[in-house]
Structures are given as C-alpha cells and as structure tokens.
T-cell receptor
Framework: DTGVSQDPRHKITKRGQNVTFRCDPI?????LYWYRQTLGQGPEFLTY????????KSRLLSDRFSAERPKGSFSTLEIQRTEQGDSAMYLC?????????????FGEGSRLTVL | AQSVTQLDSQVPVFEEAPVELRCNYS??????LFWYVQYPNQGLQLLLK??????LVKGINGFEAEFNKSQTSFHLRKPSVHISDTAEYFC??????????????FGTGTQLKVEL
C-alpha cells in the first residue's frame, strides 16, 4: 500500500501521559498536514510542513502539542500531559508540491482516547 | 475568512432514492470547493472538486455537485443511492496559507444513512 500511513491506529492513555503519533506520507509528497477531528465535527487544521520546515501552526496547537518532520519524510505529533479534551482522531495528509488544486491525500487516522 | 456550512447533520434516505447534501460557503475571493467522504473507520477520500470551468462537477461513485456562485452553494447530489453510500460527507473550501501551501477548511459534516 503506497498511501499515507499512520501509527498507531488507536491509542488509549491516562490523563497526564504523553503520546506520540507517526505519519508516513506518500513518498513523493513533500507537503504534510496534521488535522484533528472530534466527534460530530469536521477535521480542523493543526499544522503544515513543506519538507522539514513547519510553515504554519493553528492556534489550536497549544504548547503541549509539538510536531516535527526532521528529514522531510515522516512526521511525528506529540501530545504532552494529555487531557480528556485531547480525545480525537488525528489525521495526517500529504500532497506533492506540483499539485496545487487543494486535494489532500489522507491517512486513516490515529484515534486517541484519554481516560 | 473562508468557511463552509453544512446545515444537515444527518440525512436518512431509502436505497435507490435521490439525495442532496447541502453546502454553503462564504468567501470574498474565488474559491476552490471540495466534497470528501469518510467511511467508518477510514480516512477521508476525495469525491469531487470544483476549481473553475463548468459549474456541474461529476465525481466518483455517481455523485455530482453544482457550483452556484449567486447562492454561494455547492450541493452534492446522487440520483439513486446505494446502501454502500452510507458514510459521513464533508464539504470543504481551500484557504491559502502564508507559507504557500493550501489549507482545507471543512464543514461539520453530514451523515448519510441509506436504509433498505
């Protein structure tokens, strides 16, 4: 499968613990996005990378959240000191630079449950 | 700022009946509009998109949408639904990021439930 891959698919953690999600985009895609989706809502933009540079961050991304893409390939999203309100589906998407039509290619998401 | 509104949170419909899922957008500039579908426990998949040109856009799985600039709408339609169309449908508008990328802004989604 050469689509966007996310790991883990499901994570259950206790409040206060740290969690990390990984996203492997499609290999020739140098733009990568993280979105968060809560129940009954559409996906909300969190952050955007072009290669290894993080070019945009939403105000939704509090200081407990950090995203990296150190080599311009895979990306990680870490949440420190998790809170129950962090429970959501975290979606990763990618797009090649030359494609400027707005179509994003999404992974299947990582579902976080904070108890 | 660009945004989309999906007024219907749930739409129940019988199999083989037609369906319309409504989407209205607000934008002060030219827009690119999209419909994505999300099947249970899966990621989002592009159904169709409007960038320019013909206002009637055809997508996958027999869906189509019509861009109406005067009514700022981009409603999704299918003349005859199948049970496999049961899913969450999201309307989205593109927003240009300062870093040069594009950000999709999504509506709250419409749950289409097809019943026998």
């Amino acid at each position: 499968d050469t689509g966007v891959s996310q790991d883990p698919r499901h994570k259950i953690t206790k409040r206060g613990q740290n969690v990390t999600f990984r996203c492997d985009p499609i290999s020739e895609h140098n733009r990568l996005y993280w979105y968060r989706q809560t129940l009954g809502q559409g996906p909300e933009f969190l952050t955007y990378f072009q290669n290894e540079a993080q070019l945009e961050k939403s105000r939704l991304l509090s200081d407990r959240f950090s995203a990296e893409r150190p080599k311009g390939s895979f990306s990680t999203l870490e949440i420190q000191r998790t809170e129950q309100g962090d429970s959501a589906m975290y979606l990763c998407a990618s797009i090649p630079t030359g494609l400027n039509t707005g179509e994003l290619f999404f992974g299947e998401g990582s579902r976080l449950t904070v108890l | 700022a660009q945004s989309v509104t999906q007024l219907d949170s749930q739409v129940p419909v019988f199999e083989e009946a037609p369906v319309e899922l409504r989407c209205n957008y607000s934008s002060s500039v030219s827009v690119y509009l999209f419909w994505y579908v999300q099947y249970p426990n899966q990621g989002l998949q592009l159904l169709l998109k409007y960038l320019s040109g013909s206002t009637l856009v055809k997508g996958i799985n027999g869906f189509e949408a019509e861009f109406n600039k005067s009514q700022t709408s981009f409603h999704l339609r299918k003349p005859s639904v199948h049970i496999s169309d049961t899913a969450e449908y999201f309307c989205a508008v593109i927003y240009r990021l300062t870093g040069g990328g594009n950000k999709l802004t999504f509506g709250t989604g419409t749950q289409l439930k097809v019943e026998l």
